[in-house]
């Protein structure tokens, strides 16, 4: 079912799915210990209905079928796979290094690129805020 939908659908999912992930997992401030798979999940039916342009172009039918959501379950877990397994950028270990010798502060572990791009953004703003 997942596959058969039009290619600018499929990828719009995709992009939801990593918004949705990138967002919740900066709620818990990229603390894999406090990832809580049903929290996750509660954001991402928040996203469906109230969020997502796409799943409104879905027809009824097909949001009522199991058998969509187990696949877009399995889609969320490859994305998610995906993501927590790319590696970070060349660019953003520099950057990160950069902010933290500036800032002063021990470094840290980082493990992929949007947990980094998560971090540069945090340390920039740690960073205005010690200019200020």
């Known amino acids: 079912m997942l596959k058969q939908l039009p290619h600018r ?3 719009n ?3 939801s799915i990593k918004k949705v992930f990138e967002r919740y997992m900066a709620t818990i401030g990229w603390d894999e210990t406090k990832y809580d798979a049903a929290t996750f999940m509660e954001q991402w039916r928040h996203y469906l209905y109230n969020e997502a342009a796409w799943f409104n172009e879905l027809d009824d039918t097909m949001k009522a079928n199991p058998h969509f959501h187990e696949q877009l379950a399995e889609r969320i877990n490859e994305i998610i796979d995906q993501l927590v397994n790319e ?3 060349d660019d953003q270990i520099a950057e990160i290094n950069r902010l933290v ?3 002063g502060i021990d470094d840290f572990p ?3 690129r949007l947990e980094a791009k998560y971090h540069i ?3 920039q703003q ?3 805020k010690k200019k200020s």
Do not use: D, Q, S, V
């Open 9 to 11: 659908m499929k990828m």
């Open 13 to 15: 999912i995709t992009l």
């Open 87 to 89: 590696p970070p950028t």
């Open 101 to 103: 010798e500036r800032l």
């Open 110 to 112: 980082y493990g992929c």
């Open 121 to 123: 953004e945090r340390l």
């Open 126 to 128: 740690e960073l205005k």
